[in-house]
């Protein structure tokens, strides 16, 4: 699952810094949103993955929640996306 993730986020950036490098400030919020839907939707699925194995093995859901609980690189993955939308704002 991880993969085409990675893949699509690295696209977001590389269309990013094209963008910035050519002042096409409007690509901005392409990636921006790209980038903040797939995030999102991968908090979404991991968090439907712990809800269903929790269920399915109550009695490690405390071992569970501490592997794969919320990090702060969950912050970090939200900030991007959020950094380029605002900075394609602030261009326009």
Request: no cysteine.
């Amino acid at each position: 699952m991880g993969r085409p993730i990675a893949i699509i986020l690295i696209a977001m950036g590389i269309l990013s810094i094209t963008a910035i490098a050519f002042e096409e400030y409007t690509m901005l919020y392409v990636s921006g949103l790209v980038s903040l839907s797939v995030v999102l939707t991968t908090l979404i699925i991991v968090e439907a993955g712990l809800v269903l194995l929790s269920e399915i093995l109550p009695k490690v859901s405390v071992v569970v929640n501490y592997l794969f609980g919320y990090d702060f690189g969950w912050i970090f993955l939200f900030a991007g996306p959020a950094f380029l939308l605002v900075t394609a704002r602030m261009e326009d």
